[in-house]
């Protein structure tokens, strides 16, 4: 059994607000929580993984690490550390996880592909045949980015992979050094960001547009 570690921002969001300027969608500089409360959901396929991240859209408070709590550490109120500093101690370490997080941020997006929401699926295949061949040709879960569509010209995916066996990090890297992917994600502590973006204002009816959608897809 796998778990999916669960960061429940104390205080703030963790998720990205925009708002209306003239006929442009812009985002709201905020900055990232610093105490989180923890806890450890099992999942054991990718079906249990993508009910999982379902929940998740709507709780802007939340995001998921790579990282496991480290033993006899409390649950609640705890900075999202890997090292100790300061005379404080880290709260998370290095876990191999069944399951990943791909996300594609800085890919062209093909002029024919441009407009992404007649065309999402067609764009998760182009993002996918960007990935090595372990990636291909297998099911996944996709999301666009909150900034997908508002940031014009790149492809902003994330892309939930459940692997045949667990993964460390070191080892994801490897298979993904050479793709146009952000290897961050493969640091145990740096947030996966599963909520649906805010939209404010007059922007609140972009919403339905421009939300992440989690679908399954089958590459090939």
């Given at each position: 059994m796998q778990s999916l570690p669960i960061l429940a921002a104390k205080t703030g969001l963790c998720t990205k607000q925009f708002v209306q300027q003239d006929e442009a969608l812009v985002g709201l500089d905020q900055s990232m929580p610093y105490l989180f409360d923890h806890k450890a959901i099992e999942v054991?396929?990718?079906?249990?993984?993508?009910?999982?991240l379902k929940q998740l859209e709507s709780h802007p408070n939340c995001l998921v690490i790579r990282g496991q709590l480290i033993s006899g550490r409390p649950?609640?109120?705890?900075?999202?550390?890997?090292k100790a500093s300061a005379g404080e101690e880290s709260n998370f370490e290095h876990c191999s996880r069944q399951w990943c997080l791909i996300d594609i941020d800085d890919l062209p997006l093909p002029k024919h592909l441009s407009d992404y929401q007649n065309n999402k699926t067609e764009i998760v295949g182009f993002a996918v045949s960007h990935l090595p061949e372990q990636f291909q040709n297998v099911?996944?879960?996709?999301?666009?980015?909150?900034?997908?569509?508002?940031?014009?010209?790149?492809?902003?995916?994330?892309?939930?992979?459940?692997r045949s066996r667990p993964r460390a990090d070191e080892e994801m890297k490897g298979w993904l050094q050479e793709s146009p992917v952000d290897l961050a994600l493969f640091n145990p502590v740096q947030p996966h960001f599963t909520a649906n973006p805010i939209f404010l204002d007059g922007a609140i009816g972009q919403q339905v547009c421009l939300a992440p959608l989690y679908s399954t897809f089958k590459s090939g």
């Open positions: 054991d396929s990718p079906l249990t993984l993508s009910e999982q649950s609640q109120s705890i900075r999202r550390t890997l099911q996944c879960w996709y999301q666009f980015s909150s900034s997908m569509g508002i940031k014009q010209g790149k492809v902003r995916l994330h892309l939930w992979y459940w």
